[in-house]
């Protein structure tokens, strides 16, 4: 992903797809030293292509990718295992009915990724409303990432895992 200016704030709020109380770098860096919550946008204040939720509190670190009508088009959801070490415990991916705002979904497929290697997934058409589930192995190396530093969270911005 290309360099992107970066936002911070106290969360995104994906239902009203609005930033919620804008912070600057230095408050976002005391939130993340700290271990409070705090969100950080990347692209524009009001229109970010990606908010990163980080919470220190419940061990939990979220990654949504938006598309231009700011709907979620893929998350991730990566669990704390120590203060150096995320998980990708689950990767979700979306797709939509309209090239329009309409929120209603067509697809989606969720991956539940387990440390042992194993992945359950659920595909669901949201049109014929039929559910597909399966499981499978994986290499599961490819599922850790580094706790990010404050201001470095290009690892966590992949799309391709």
Known sequence: MNKLKIFYCVRWASAYKVPIEQMDEATAHAAHTQGKPYTVLFGDFYRPKVAIEVNKETN????????????IVLSYSFVELDEKTLFLSMANYSEYISHSEDKAMSKSTIFYFNK????SVTMTDHITKTTQEGTDSFDASGNYEAYPEFGHYEALLKTER
Request: hydrophobic letters at 50%; aromatic letters at 24%.
């Open 60 to 71: 939990f670190i979220g990654v949504n990718f938006f598309d231009d009508f700011l709907r």
């Open 116 to 119: 042992s290697g194993s992945v």
